[in-house]
């Protein structure tokens, strides 16, 4: 079976697993990793992967989730209706696209035009406020969607957003929807104060608004100067929302709640345009970053009409801006290293203001992309900023070309520790040799082994893997085990507390699963997803490293590369001593029940609708029980559909494929068989 690849050549769990750690930077830690155009880049090449392969779609999939996971130093909070995401938009076509869809759903001829409500897309972030009888109990963030961070008393030291509501009729409940974002005068300033007091500036205005909104301290978020536009609702108690979105954010301005006066209803999908043209144009003019426009239809009944499918509503759509650009001179490349052994060139510029953020370096990806541009160091170069954080190198001016240009020379030897460079053949990436013998091979492993869907062992953080690296304490996973809390309380900014809290957290590690465990490991291309399948199918770590190549070929969506991989892992002594190490030290999972003898192996549902009796998590994991795969979209090896009120596009698909259908009684009786 051949593995399924991306146009970039990832597999479906390398997209999955890049995806997951720029969510994880960008909603968790505000530090995002590559831009914007970067990210929906990615992205889309997971969703058109899952788009050809729907039966490969799963629900922990980033293409149905929103946002990133809940910090435990918060408390979370249940949004009464969820937060969604917004599908994208990145020229002209596809928001005619988008307008032809919305008329096919509502069977409306096409040349009838709709009326959209245009609204700058701010780039903040998106929380949620709770009123009761008017007065502000509660502000979260949109965390994944259903559940967020409770930012309450961060939220309170905004002088822009009301604790109590103003009007004659006020809802007993609401949840008012909108964005948090810093202006740019407030952001310079600020940034000026950190430079005055020897700290590191913020890189733009989302990471400073994310970062003031996520202190533990309020005193913190006092001190900088955010602010709020409301764009949205959410649940409503003891009041008559207006019937469309503009008359929405009109009565929440009757209520003292700040809107964006840039906001707009328009006709058609020309005046849209229209619309975005004329912001683009007065973009650099704004007290505020924006990266689109927002689109969605004005009437809420119509928008309730076409509904919702997985992270995002059928009725809106953001239309990104164009990546902004820049000439600067390339002065020099540098390697970097990453987890696999993989070696990344790193662009190091003359810094120049791109789209009003200054720039000092660029991805450059692998030797090929190098050979593609016809780089040489000396190069005056194309600059693009699509986002935020790390821009792209779009082409070499050839005309500006001086003479004692340098040619960029791949290394032979790792910079990092001086092991052989290797390029296997059909790969474009050139890796280390040196496995865990190199220290930054060894971070990237150690950070792996315990991120939340490897061992998770909360506040094990980079700083002290640094640390741990830093005086050879660390020379594989294993050694975390080995750790004591007296020589963890001597390291700087680790106290009694902290020291014993990562103890337990490491000694509650030892008890997992074999899935987490195969994904701990960092074996090339088992994702969380393979990890799964493999423990599933195997269900033993003996049963695994004993299985020939045939065998691991047997097991769906492995194919030959990961079956090599696998292999190719467990013949080398030094990852048997590792793996040997952790069971010696008490890493231990429960047995895995080997599907192909339960009563639903071999079968794939789908659950959608709201249930009564279940949430759709506890129906999924029912079913997978029980042996079944649980799908997120309808496809021809559908086994059966599971519908509750307010099922819309999977049901009508399963009804077209003539797949079975049964509601929550049905779902119920069926499995109450097997309990």
């Not at 600067?328 to 953020?357: C, F, H, N």
């Not at 069971?583 to 249930?611: E, F, H, I, N």
Request: charged letters at 25%; aromatic letters at 6%; hydrophobic letters at 40%.
């Amino acid at each position: 079976m051949s593995v399924l690849r991306s146009a970039s050549g990832h597999t479906i769990d390398e997209l999955r697993a890049l995806i997951e750690r720029y969510n994880t930077a960008y909603y968790e830690q505000d530090a995002p990793l590559v831009s914007d155009a970067e990210y929906d880049r990615v992205f889309r090449e997971l969703q058109t992967l899952e788009g050809q392969n729907p039966a490969l779609i799963t629900s922990d999939s980033p293409t149905q989730q929103v946002g990133g996971a809940v910090s435990s130093a918060f408390s979370p909070v249940e949004h009464l209706l969820p937060m969604l995401s917004l599908d994208n938009a990145f020229s002209p076509a596809d928001l005619v696209d988008f307008d032809r869809r919305v008329h096919d759903r509502l069977q409306i001829d096409s040349v009838v035009p709709l009326e959209y409500a245009c609204e700058p897309k701010l780039d903040g972030i998106a929380v949620s406020l709770r009123y009761e009888s008017g007065v502000l109990i509660q502000a979260a963030t949109r965390g994944d969607g259903r559940t967020g961070e409770d930012i309450t008393h961060n939220v309170l030291t905004i002088a822009s957003i009301p604790r109590q509501l103003i009007g004659p009729v006020l809802p007993k409940v609401i949840e008012v929807r909108g964005e948090i974002f810093m202006p740019k005068v407030g952001f310079i300033k600020l940034n000026q104060r950190a430079l005055e007091n020897g700290d590191k500036p913020f890189a733009n205005p989302r990471n400073a608004a994310a970062g003031s909104l996520r202190q533990l301290d309020s005193r913190v978020a006092a001190q900088r100067p955010l602010a709020l536009y409301c764009y949205g609702v959410g649940f409503v108690e003891g009041a008559d929302i207006p019937g469309s979105q503009s008359e929405l954010l009109s009565w929440y301005k009757t209520m003292g709640l700040p809107v964006n006066s840039d906001v707009k209803k328009v006709l058609g999908i020309d005046e849209c345009e229209r619309y975005y043209n004329d912001l683009e144009a007065r973009r650099s003019q704004l007290d505020y970053d924006i990266d689109g426009i927002v689109y969605k239809i004005d009437d809420l009944a119509t928008q309730a009409q076409l509904g919702t499918v997985a992270r995002a509503p059928r009725w809106a759509i953001a239309r990104k801006f164009p990546a902004e650009e820049a000439s600067t001179r390339l002065l020099d490349v540098e390697y970097q290293v990453g987890r696999t052994g993989a070696i990344t060139p790193v662009a190091r510029l003359e810094p120049v203001s791109v789209g009003g953020v200054v720039v000092s370096n660029a991805t450059l990806h692998n030797a090929d992309e190098v050979a593609r541009l016809g780089l040489r160091i000396g190069d005056l170069v194309t600059v693009r900023r699509a986002g935020d954080v790390i821009p792209q190198i779009v082409n070499v001016r050839l005309d500006h070309r001086v003479s004692g240009s340098r040619a960029v020379v791949f290394p032979e030897h790792c910079p990092v520790c001086g092991a052989t460079v290797v390029r296997e053949l059909g790969e474009a990436v050139q890796r280390c040799s040196g496995q865990l013998t190199c220290a930054a091979q060894r971070r990237g492993a150690l950070n792996h082994f315990v991120s939340r869907k490897a061992m998770d062992i909360e506040g094990f953080g980079d700083k002290l893997i640094d640390q741990l690296i830093t005086t050879d304490r660390l020379q594989s996973p294993a050694d975390i085990y080995t750790l004591t809390q007296d020589e963890l309380e001597q390291l700087p900014r680790l106290a009694t507390k902290s020291a014993s809290n990562l103890i337990a957290s490491i000694e509650a590690s030892k008890q997992t699963t074999l899935a987490r465990f195969l994904y701990a490991l960092g074996i090339r291309e088992v994702g969380v997803t393979n990890a799964e399948k493999l423990a599933d199918h195997f269900g033993s770590l003996r049963a695994l490293v004993a299985a020939d190549r045939e065998a691991l070929l047997a097991v769906d969506d492995i194919g030959p590369v990961i079956a090599d991989h696998l292999l190719a892992y467990w013949e080398s002594p030094e990852n048997q001593e590792v793996v040997d190490r952790l069971l010696q030290y008490g890493v231990k999972w429960p047995d895995v029940v080997v599907l192909d003898g339960l009563p639903l192996s071999g079968q794939t549902w789908v659950v959608t609708g709201k249930l009564e009796g279940y949430t759709r998590d506890e129906a999924s994991a029912l079913l997978k029980r029980l042996g079944a795969k649980v799908a997120s979209g309808v496809s021809p090896k559908t086994t059966a559909v599971v519908a509750g009120p307010g099922a819309g596009g999977k049901l009508k698909k399963a009804q077209t494929l003539g797949i079975e259908v049964i509601d929550e009684a049905e779902f119920q009786t069926r499995m109450s068989v097997y309990s």
